[in-house]
């Protein structure tokens, strides 16, 4: 694990939620009381980069200290992932209103897909599969 991976997860992260919460709109609620998700997409990214900072510092610093607590690649993972989890549920408990265990539900849906879609990749490293393909052509 390294801080790119810790990067691709928040961006993931970022870029996920809205959709997430997109779909629960959609789903859940009555119809005309549907948020517009590119009204409020850039809103929303820009109020997520910016409270979720503090969690991305967190998990960059367990990840540095990792040299002297010498964790194994899994544990790390998992003790990265549950600081990730906490650090969202905080943040937005901090911030408080009415919608938030809505926005505490989608952004811990999109996290949980963000680590499936990094832990995928990692599994089947796609990276190596497209520079594969373009040697054989």
Do not use: H, Q
Not at 41 to 68: D, E, Q
Request: proline residues 4%.
């Amino acid at each position: 694990m390294n801080i790119k991976y810790l990067i691709s997860l928040w961006i993931l992260n970022l870029f996920l939620a809205p959709f997430v919460f997109f779909g629960y709109e959609t789903i859940i609620t009555v119809p005309g009381k549907i948020f517009s998700l590119i009204e409020v997409f850039p809103i929303t990214i820009l109020f997520s980069t910016v409270f979720s900072f503090p969690t991305l510092i967190a998990a960059i610093l367990i990840l540095k200290f990792n040299v002297y607590f010498g964790l194994n690649s899994l544990s790390l993972k998992v003790v990265i992932w549950s600081v990730w989890l906490i650090g969202i549920y905080v943040t937005l408990k901090l911030i408080g209103g009415s919608v938030i265990p809505v926005f505490i539900i989608c952004y811990l849906i999109a996290a949980f897909i963000s680590v499936i879609i990094l832990e995928f990749r990692e599994i089947f490293n796609l990276k190596n599969f497209y520079k594969k393909d373009k040697i054989e052509d």
